[in-house]
């Protein structure tokens, strides 16, 4: 059994055992998800709309069967405090579309957690395991 987790690495598990690879590649450019659209100040408890492209990446994830339906062809926010390093999600949902592939303009709103920290933030949308580049968000 495999899943894509959101830094980019793979959890695989015989049901006993657990493992996680992590890759000593990169992900070709063109698979980025790329943030178009986002606010620049958000609040904790509120919901924002953010726009791109390639935020439901290329493939559904790892399936197989009728075991395991492990999708990961769905936008994922992630916030990175610029002087802690900490890592907070945030809920997405009302997605624009869930076209895996798709070439165009996307968005999707997400939720910021009430246990978000103030401050300055890396935020990225993340889709299959990959992660756009960086916009700069203040958390209030």
């Known amino acids: 059994n495999m899943l894509v987790l959101p830094t980019g690495e793979i959890l695989v598990t015989d049901f006993g055992d657990v493992w996680v690879y992590q890759s000593s590649g990169s992900p070709d450019p063109a698979w980025l998800p790329e943030i178009t659209s986002a606010p620049t100040t958000v609040h904790r408890n509120g919901s924002y709309q953010i726009s791109g492209y390639n935020f439901n990446g290329f493939s559904l994830g790892a399936t197989y069967g009728d ?8 936008p994922i926010v992630r916030f990175t405090n610029q002087s802690t390093g900490d890592v907070f999600y945030a809920r997405t949902h009302d997605h624009s579309t869930m076209g895996i592939a798709y070439s165009g303009q996307a ?11 103030n401050g300055l933030y890396n935020l990225q949308v993340i889709a299959n395991g990959i992660a756009s580049p960086p916009v700069t968000v203040t958390v209030r």
């Open 67 to 74: 075991d395991v339906q492990a999708a990961t062809n769905y």
């Open 107 to 117: 968005s999707t709103t997400f939720d910021v957690s009430p246990k978000t920290v």
